[in-house]
């Protein structure tokens, strides 16, 4: 999948690791980059068509479909985090993250994958896709957990009609969504970088730093040796 010469769609692209994918696909030679968000207006990269959509509600999605017409690369990025544990007083949040993270990104790939042949599917999805961390990020784990395998599912879909579907999986980048949290973070720019550079190579994953490496590698061992010490697991 080269990008240059191609029309792209980012969803959540009016900040954070959205509007680094519409800034860099455009660099890299993106003809059209649709950049959406429920408020469009919010979106500030010069060059990008900015676009409506509420990947949450399907008359959104219905109505942006219409609006684009080919279309070669869809980079699935808008997620929410709302800090709920699974046994919390309601489930009401873990609904939203569900309703965002797996059936808000479900929504846009069924309505952009049939002009999708040829071209290519990245999904954003976390290193709590594969472990959780805390009860205040239970629910969210359980989407992004959701998230990748739907990303495996249209894969093996999509496949006959040749759509790549990667998967970019990182720990914390410095975007909105985790500017609470008191940790080293990765610069958006450089998650994007690599996440491009691993679409156009082909790779269905990109691990984007070693605390997802060290997640991931640690699937295939005991889980009691790795939440032991979940610190040095990630870290070390």
């Known amino acids: 999948m080269q990008i240059n010469g191609t029309t792209a769609l980012v969803t959540g692209a009016n900040r954070g690791l959205g509007k680094a994918f519409a800034e860099a696909l455009l660099a890299r030679g993106a003809t059209t980059v649709y950049a959406?968000?429920?408020r469009p207006e919010l979106i500030d990269v010069p060059g990008?068509?900015?676009l409506r959509l509420d990947i949450t509600d399907p008359a959104s999605v219905a109505a942006a479909a219409a609006e684009v017409g080919d279309l070669d690369i869809l980079i699935n990025n808008a997620g929410i985090s709302t800090n709920a544990p699974l046994l919390g007083a309601s489930t009401e949040n873990i609904?939203?993250?569900?309703d965002t993270n797996f059936w808000g990104t479900l929504d846009v790939t069924r309505a952009f994958a049939p002009r999708l042949a040829g071209g290519a599917i990245l999904n954003v999805i976390s290193a709590l896709?594969?472990?959780t961390f805390a009860p205040s990020s239970n629910g969210y784990a359980a989407s992004k957990a959701?998230?990748?395998?739907?990303t495996n599912g249209i894969r093996l879909e999509l496949a006959d009609q040749k759509t790549q579907v990667t998967a970019l999986a990182l720990a914390i980048a410095d975007t909105d969504m985790m500017a609470a949290v008191d940790v080293a973070k990765l610069p958006?720019?450089?998650v994007v970088a690599l996440a491009l550079d691993g679409l156009e190579a082909g790779k269905l994953e990109v691990i984007a730093d070693a605390p997802t490496a060290n997640v991931k590698a640690s699937l295939s061992k005991d889980p009691a040796l790795f939440y032991a010490d979940i610190p040095a697991a990630l870290f070390s």
Do not use: C, G, K
């Open 146 to 150: 959701a998230e990748w395998s739907l």
């Open 48 to 50: 990008v068509v900015p």
């Open 188 to 190: 958006p720019r450089d």
């Open 129 to 131: 896709s594969w472990y």
């Open 36 to 38: 959406t968000a429920r």
């Open 95 to 98: 609904r939203r993250e569900f």
